[in-house]
C-alpha cells in the first residue's frame, strides 16, 4: 500500500498499484483528515478521474421480485452500479444473514481501498504505505527506491498466465525489500499520528455509522490487511472506530528502545495469504464461536480468502469493490464476489443489510 505522488498507491499483494483511471460519482466524504496531506509543496495525486459510465451496462436485467424479495426489500435489483451473477444464491444468503441476525454475525473487512475511500474530489485517497510515502519525515530515497521495486514486481502480480503459488515468491520478495526500505529510514513511532493527520486518506462515506452499528450490536469486526498495522490503527483511531469489537491482523512494526521502527512482528501478510487461520490462537477467537454468517469485504481478489479459517461457516455473503480497470475485470469479480459495487466510494450496501438486522 505505498500510495504516493501519482505513481505509488500500494505496496504488495494488489498494494503496490500505479494510479489507475476510476470515477468519482458520490457525495464528498465528511471529517476530512487533511485536505492536501503529505509534504509541503509536493502536487500528489492530482490526476483528475475519468469517468467509469462508458465501462458499465446498462444495469442488470429486471427481476422478479416474488423470487427475490430481499434484494427488492434492500433496493440491490435497482442500483445500476451493483452487479450480481447468481441472484438466487445472494437472495439465499442475505435473507439467511438477515433473519438471524447479529448474535450469528461476524464481519471481515481489507482496509485499503475498502474501508477507505479511492477518489475525493477528483484525486487519488492515500494508503497506509501512502501516508508515509507523502510525509516529509520519510526521506526522497524511499519513493526513489519503491518506485523501483513497483517497477519490477507490479507486472509479476498482474501477470494472467502466472497462477498464485508462481506469484507468491515474487511478493515475499517485493515485502522483504520494501520492509527493509522502510527499516533505513529510522521512523520514529511518535511520527505516525502526524503522519496520518497530514495525510488524504479517508474511509468511504458511511463507515463510521457502519462500524458504530457493529459496535452497538456487539458484533466482531476482523480488519486483514496486508498494509502496515500501526499506520492502519492510527487511521481507525482518528476517525473514533477502533473500538473493542474490531481486531486488526497486519503487518506490524517492532521498535527499539527509542521508539524506532526495527523490524516487522511475524511473518508477513500478504494478499495471498491473509485469512483467519491468522488469529486463531487469539483471545479473539473465541468472540467468534456460534458466528457462522459472515459479510465479507475485499478490493482484490485475494480477499474472497480472508474468511478461510471461519469455523463452521454457513452464510458467507462476499461484497466486492471495483474500484478500477472495471472493465477488464468485471467478469472476474462476478465470477467470485456476489456482489460487485462498482466505483462506489460509500458503504451504504453494508449499512442498507444492517438495518435490516436484530
Known amino acids: 500500500m505505498l500510495g504516493c505522488r501519482g505513481t505509488l498507491v500500494r505496496a504488495g499483494g494488489r498494494q503496490l498499484i500505479r494510479a489507475l483511471g476510476g470515477g468519482t460519482r458520490t457525495p464528498e466524504s465528511s471529517r476530512p483528515i487533511g485536505e492536501t496531506g503529505g509534504a509541503a509543496g509536493r502536487d500528489k495525486t492530482t490526476e483528475m478521474v475519468e469517468p467509469v459510465t462508458s465501462f458499465i451496462s446498462p ?16 433496493g440491490l435489483l435497482k442500483r445500476d452500479h451493483i452487479r450480481m451473477k447468481d441472484l438466487g444464491r445472494v437472495e439465499q444468503v442475505l435473507t439467511s444473514i438477515v433473519a438471524e441476525g447479529y448474535s450469528k454475525l461476524q464481519v471481515i473487512a481489507d482496509f485499503d481501498r475498502t474501508l477507505t475511500r479511492v477518489w475525493y474530489n477528483g484525486k487519488k485517497c492515500e494508503t497506509c504505505y501512502g501516508i508515509m510515502d507523502n510525509s516529509p519525515v520519510m526521506p526522497d530515497f524511499y519513493r526513489e527506491e519503491a518506485n523501483q521495486l513497483l517497477a519490477r514486481y507490479y507486472p509479476i502480480e498482474l501477470d494472467p498466465h ?7 515468491p515474487h511478493m515475499m520478495e517485493w515485502y522483504k525489500n520494501i520492509h527493509a526500505l522502510i527499516l533505513k529510514c529510522h521512523v520514529n513511532k511518535s511520527s505516525l499520528k502526524g503522519m496520518v493527520s497530514d495525510s488524504n486518506i479517508r474511509l468511504r462515506d458511511g463507515t463510521e455509522e457502519l462500524f458504530g452499528a457493529l459496535h452497538r450490536a456487539g458484533v466482531p469486526v476482523l480488519v486483514l490487511s496486508a498494509g502496515m498495522g500501526d499506520v492502519l490503527v492510527e487511521v481507525l483511531q482518528h476517525f473514533n472506530v477502533y473500538t473493542d469489537n474490531v481486531k486488526v491482523v497486519a503487518n506490524f512494526f517492532k521498535y527499539n528502545k527509542e521508539g524506532v521502527i526495527e523490524g516487522f512482528q511475524g511473518d508477513a501478510i500478504h494478499m495471498f495469504n491473509k485469512n483467519e487461520n491468522a488469529i486463531h490462537s487469539s483471545d479473539y477467537f473465541q468472540r467468534l464461536e456460534g458466528r457462522a454468517n459472515v459479510i465479507l469485504m475485499g478490493d482484490s481478489l485475494g480477499d474472497i480468502k480472508m474468511a478461510v479459517g471461519v469455523p463452521n461457516p454457513v452464510n458467507v455473503l462476499k461484497i466486492g469493490f471495483l474500484n478500477d480497470k472495471i472493465e477488464e475485470r468485471l467478469e472476474s469479480f462476478m465470477n467470485n464476489f456476489d456482489l460487485v459495487l462498482i466505483d462506489d466510494q460509500t458503504m451504504d450496501v453494508a449499512r442498507t443489510v444492517l438495518d435490516q438486522l436484530k
Open 59 to 74: 444495469g442488470q436485467a429486471k427481476a422478479n421480485t416474488r423470487m427475490y424479495p430481499t434484494l427488492e426489500k434492500l
Open 162 to 168: 502466472m497462477t498464485e503459488a508462481e506469484k507468491i
